[in-house]
């Protein structure tokens, strides 16, 4: 506890004597050098050796939709809506500030723009976003690692979002601390993201041994997927964890949380909302699954057996043959 303290007042080394991050703004053109194309024809991003997932447009268009069903979910942007209105209210002496770290294709960064218009909102990411439409003139995006430390943004920002990034941070506990100090005081922290343990359809964890008789092809990528991910030093346990974490930094304060299960394809009859989640999160997962193959290759998978964990998972959960939920989790905490 005391080494949490104690360290909760340390930022990361600064990476240069400029007090500016090294960045360069989205509107450069992306830089093939540091992306890698895999054997499936996919860009992945492999700006830091943790992260080895996807950043192409058609992942940019996966995080869209689970962009979509996350706020469905949440009912809007956010969890712990009372807190962030406090924190972001209209004032006269400045402008309130947001920052998004690990933005992906930039939706909710976009979105918070188009909420709160008199806010400024700045994503971060490995990789440049995907921007459709027109960009908010209060919106925009840096490029550059968060394992890196932000000793550049020290108390700077009302709100800091951080949402399924997990998987390419490799100390969340830290990570976290970090963020803490982006914070001005009174400013929120929001964190969130699904776990990569799957639940049967009484909510009960299935099995993490994939040659167990009950265990589904889904569970079995996704325990493969966690298992890789966690060889890559992400931190991948962080949605169960965070609110422990988040607890145990001395400059936070009013930590909360909030659990969403949520069926992976419509399987069980309750209201349409449900059904437009359940089917969004089903799409969402099959997209998600295909993307995975270099992932588990790295891992030392050979091809068939990724081919076959692919193919048997994207049958199941076309079919719908096993009630799967997923377990989402949401925390938040306020800056002393
Ligand atoms: C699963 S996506 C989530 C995107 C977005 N937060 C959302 O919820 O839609 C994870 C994103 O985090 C980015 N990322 C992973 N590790 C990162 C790091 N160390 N620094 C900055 N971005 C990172 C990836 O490039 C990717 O765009």
């Known amino acids: 506890m005391a ?3 104690q360290s909760s007042d340390t930022l990361s080394e600064p990476r240069s004597s400029s007090p500016t991050p090294l960045l360069y703004s989205y509107h450069s053109s992306l830089d093939e050098q540091l992306l890698l194309r895999n054997a499936y024809g996919r860009i992945l991003n492999n700006q830091n050796d943790t992260y080895l997932l996807p950043a192409d447009n058609e992942e940019h268009r996966r995080l869209d939709l689970q962009h979509h069903l996350i706020t469905l979910s949440l009912g809007g942007l956010y969890a712990a809506k009372d807190l962030v209105h406090r924190a972001l209210w209209p004032r006269t002496d400045r402008t309130p500030s947001i920052l998004d770290v690990g933005t992906g294709s930039g939706s909710w960064a976009v979105d918070m723009a188009i909420e709160f ?3 400024d909102v700045v994503g971060v990411d490995l990789v440049p976003p995907r921007i459709t439409g027109k960009l908010p003139p209060n919106c925009r995006f840096e490029i550059d690692d968060a394992n890196l430390g932000f000793v550049h943004y020290k108390d700077a920002f009302d709100v800091v979002h951080a949402r399924s990034i997990s998987a390419g941070i490799r100390d969340y506990p830290q990570f976290l601390r970090e963020l803490a100090l982006v914070l001005r005081p009174g400013g929120v ?8 343990q799957l639940y049967d359809e009484d909510r009960q964890p299935l099995s993490y041994n994939p040659n ?17 991910m966690k060889n890559r030093g992400g931190n991948i346990d962080s949605p169960s964890m965070s609110p422990q974490w988040l607890r145990a930094i001395d400059g936070l304060t009013d930590v909360g949380w909030h659990k969403i299960f949520i069926p992976i394809g419509p399987w069980r009859q309750f209201d349409a909302r449900e059904a437009t989640i359940s089917e969004l999160l089903r799409a969402d997962c099959l997209k998600y699954i295909s993307g995975l193959a270099p992932l588990l290759l790295s891992e030392g998978y050979l091809p068939e057996s990724v081919d076959t964990l692919i193919r048997e998972a994207t049958t199941e959960l076309r079919d719908l043959s096993v009630k799967l939920y997923s377990r989402w989790c949401f925390a938040w905490a306020v800056k002393k």
């Open 189 to 196: 922290l929001l964190v969130g993201d699904g776990e990569m």
């Open 3 to 5: 080494q949490d303290a």
């Open 212 to 228: 167990s008789p009950g265990c589904s092809w889904t569970q079995k990528v996704f325990f493969s997927a966690y298992n890789a």
């Open 117 to 119: 218009p008199y806010c």
